[in-house]
């Protein structure tokens, strides 16, 4: 079979297609102009079928060779953030059209990669088994993957289901967890691979990153309130001050720290916010005659595996517990925005890296995983998958950074990347 390309009209399109989602950014959940422009893409590409509105926004194109084969997804995300774009974004033709959101992560690349893939799918499409393409929803938040694959609509069955996808709500296979889908709840039964890339800016353009096992760290947040109640600031022995359970929090998570990446029981437990008031709902004031009696304090937990972080999220909480307890106050906590770490699935792994070598790209030294959340994780935990960093060129700005803007550069090499994995499994 000759390897798919697009020629240089198409890529042309492509780029053209590209600068128009970042132009007009949506953030997560609020993705639909951007899941409008990808169904009217695919259907344009001749999907065989195309449900929209999973999970949210979320949009997913089959092409189906009508013959027996493996199932095979390829993921790109739909949201922008809600960050300005810097300064230099001025001098940009299609800088953001919309004020305080950007593409900046470069999930308008991936998405343009995915669109792309319909390209190649509709000039050669698969030659058995079926081709999956799946734009998510709300990755920054962690909450799109889950959203898509709990969804009515989802018309896989998992493979396994570890912990945290049990966690997530994803139905385990042969019934194992209360209300489990039937096999006709799954049209299309289950995915053999799921693939997804993400651009890393700082690396040489089209240099190819792909690990076994963990690919991106475990991450979780943590919201806690406690609740007191206050005392004339000359009295605090009569009220009961959160102040001190809030220290005892922060010193905990200080302590519990493994800040050397190397390690396999690394561990960053980083506050981001923290609250101390009167009432926290009227915290903007102080009001110095009166010992505060809330407070709120939120903390991003990440480790190399997803074990490492509940340990130590457990371990963590039940110290809180204790600390609330000893004070005598009232403490509610919420773990929030939640990325499964990505495990990479050998098989993929070395696929990927076959793939990478036939085209002679350069692989990336892969020693550790990224310390980012990526809420693709959740889809290597529930079937074989595998994510692939995709150098996105030494001087692209960082990730989130208000200057950064994905080159177009990398969709060429990309796009040979999935057609020659496509190819080398016959698809
Ligand atoms: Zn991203």
Partial sequence: MPQRALDKQTLQALEQWRKERHQAPETAGNEADTADAFAAWVRDCGATSVLTGLGGHGV????????????????????????????????????????????????????????????????????????????QPAEETGQGARAVMTDPQWPFQATRTTAVAAAAGLKAPDGEQGDHASKSDAPF???????????????????????????????????????????????????????????????????MEQRDPEQSDFLLAVPVQAKLAVDPERFAEPAYGTAAGSAALHL?????TQKRLEAAMDAFEAEAEEQAEQHELALDMERVEAFA?????????????????????????????????EDFGLFTQAQDGVLIGLGAGETCPPLHHPEYDFPDALMPVALALYAKLLEQAGL
């Fill in 189 to 255: 039964g289950t995915l053999d691979a799921c693939i997804a890339i993400h651009n890393l800016p700082e690396l040489p353009l089209g240099h190819v990153w792909c690990r076994e096992d963990s690919a991106t760290a475990a991450v979780s947040s943590l919201a806690m309130h406690w609740k007191g109640y206050t005392a004339h600031a000359a009295e605090p022995e009569n009220g009961r001050n959160p102040a001190f359970a809030v220290q005892a929090a922060l010193q905990e998570a200080a302590r």
């Fill in 60 to 135: 997913l194109a089959c092409f189906d060779s009508g013959q027996a084969g493996p199932n095979w997804l390829f993921r790109a995300e739909l949201d922008a953030l809600p960050i300005p774009e810097g300064p230099d974004a001025k001098e940009r033709p299609h800088r953001s059209q919309r004020e305080g959101a950007a593409h900046l992560c470069g999930h308008d690349g991936h998405l343009s990669i995915l669109a792309g893939l319909g390209r190649l799918l509709q000039n050669t499409p698969p030659a058995k088994g079926r081709v999956f393409l799946l734009a």
């Fill in 341 to 373: 770490a990505c495990r990479n699935a050998p098989a993929l792994v070395r696929r990927v890296t076959e793939a990478a070598i036939a085209l002679d790209m350069s692989l990336l030294d892969a020693r550790r995983p990224f310390r980012w959340g």
């Fill in 300 to 304: 991003t937990f990440r480790a190399w």
